[in-house]
């Protein structure tokens, strides 16, 4: 009898832009809708071991998606984005989980995200606080520049080397075999997605004079950071709680730039009371 | 500044199948400027030939230097300071190469490098 992961994956067609993208995702559980996204430079499936928890899955329908260009997400075929290095803007990347949650029939989905996913759940709760009930930032911060660097699209650089620093930004403490699948699914992004992908972290994404117009009245935000990550430290996404009334901030020990995928167990013990707030939340509300 | 073993280190990168991997095809003199101290690694074909004591100021095609105490917190791995890459970017380290390109494109290998220092100083 074959062994089964419990979820599944599918495509759905969203058009952005008036461009047509089929954006690949993964769901599993029943519930209360989780938009699950993934760091720059990765895919959904950071998200695999988080999917596969039945505690979770019997609470909340658990969506994890491949961004456009990311994963199984292939490029749209309506555009020659060949002729064009690749850039992630703020403007599309918000459009994508708003346009997923409207094309996929989700009614005030919860939005969890880590890195470039951390930065967007705060942009979502200050744009869109009429989509979402609640946002979960992992390693969100109001502005991290730096980062949008030639040298993460070199010709005489390989992948192996964003491989290489995505496993420094991990916890030493994290399973090894967890890290290392961490690290492996950076080596298959598409050569110019992590630089591009840096554009909106280090670039369009900036918080610092509009975060404290995120009205949580409307939508829930919490913000969870690992305490080894030096990308985005837990220092910057305290700051950035403090400039949101009403949000409310968490160091994980133990857990670095990737905590889903890099020690889910550790991870699940922070979310847990997290998610269990946002479904309080929501049985009140009903 | 703790002590580290830097024949044991040789030994260990040399048999280390990560670091192989990694340096394949490398050539290079790297030197590691430990605060006052300075070591220079020859590698030739992706084996390190040579660790040696060297001055601070010695030939070499990419130098990595900090002080004794930024040292100290990245061979300890304490929180922020378990990569060589993040230290730098906080301009805890300095990295010095004519070719900085050759230095990003051979980082796994220094990463893994500064990893068996780590393992070997504390042993």
């Known amino acids: 009898m074959a062994r089964f992961d419990r979820a599944t994956g599918r495509y759905v067609y969203v058009t952005i832009d008036g461009v047509e993208h089929r954006v690949y995702f993964e ?30 899955a019997g609470q909340f329908r658990m969506i994890a998606y491949d961004l456009p260009y990311h994963g199984k997400s292939v490029p749209p075929t309506g555009v020659e984005w060949w002729r064009h290095e690749y850039r992630l803007t703020k403007d599309f990347l918000m459009q994508v989980p708003v346009t997923l949650a409207r094309e996929l029939g989700l009614e005030r989905p919860v939005f969890m995200g880590s890195s470039i996913g951390g930065h967007l759940a705060v942009d979502l709760a200050l ?32 992948n192996d080397f964003k491989a290489s620093v995505m496993f420094g930004l991990m916890s030493p403490t994290s399973p090894e075999p967890l890290r290392r699948e961490t690290a492996w699914i950076y080596s298959q992004g598409a050569p110019p997605v992590f630089k591009g992908d840096l554009y909106y972290f280090s670039v369009d ?25 030096w990308a985005a430290t837990p220092a910057m996404s305290r700051e950035l709680a403090e400039k949101i009334p009403g949000a409310s901030y968490r160091t994980m020990e133990g857990l670095g730039h990737f905590p889903m995928s890099e020690d889910p167990a550790r991870f699940l013990d922070y979310v847990r009371p997290v998610l269990q707030e946002v479904r309080a939340g929501a049985a009140g509300a009903s | 500044m703790r002590q580290i ?18 340096a394949r095809f490398w050539r290079t003199v790297l030197r590691f400027d430990l605060g006052p101290e300075s070591v220079r690694f020859m590698v030739d074909d992706g084996v390190i030939r040579t660790i040696a004591p060297s001055g601070p100021g010695a030939d070499c095609t990419v130098s990595v230097a900090g ?19 993040g230290a730098v970017l906080r ?14 494109a051979y980082y796994p290998a220094v990463r893994r490098l500064v990893d068996l220092v780590r393992e070997e100083s504390r042993s």
Do not use: C, K
Request: hydrophobic share 40%; glycine share 8%; aromatic share 10%.
């Open chain 1, 27 to 56: 769901e599993h559980g029943t519930g209360i809708p989780l938009l699950l996204q993934h760091t720059a430079g990765g895919d959904g499936r950071q998200w695999r071991h988080v999917l596969e928890d039945p505690a979770l």
């Open chain 1, 127 to 158: 744009h869109h606080a009429d989509v979402f009930r609640a946002v979960i930032g992992l390693e969100a911060a109001a502005y991290t520049p730096g980062g949008y660097l030639d040298l993460w699209y070199h010709p005489r650089i390989s």
């Open chain 1, 205 to 229: 994404h900036d918080l610092r004079a509009t975060a404290r117009d995120i009205d949580t009245s409307r939508v829930a935000v919490y913000l969870l950071t690992g305490e080894y990550d």
């Open chain 2, 5 to 22: 073993p830097w024949p044991r280190v040789m030994e260990r990168a040399n048999g280390d199948g990560e670091f192989r991997i990694a």
């Open chain 2, 67 to 85: 002080s004794p105490e930024s040292w100290e917190r990245l061979l300890a791995a304490v929180p922020l300071w378990q990569d060589l890459l």
């Open chain 2, 91 to 104: 301009a805890d380290f300095v990295v010095t190469a004519a070719d900085p390109e050759a230095f990003y």
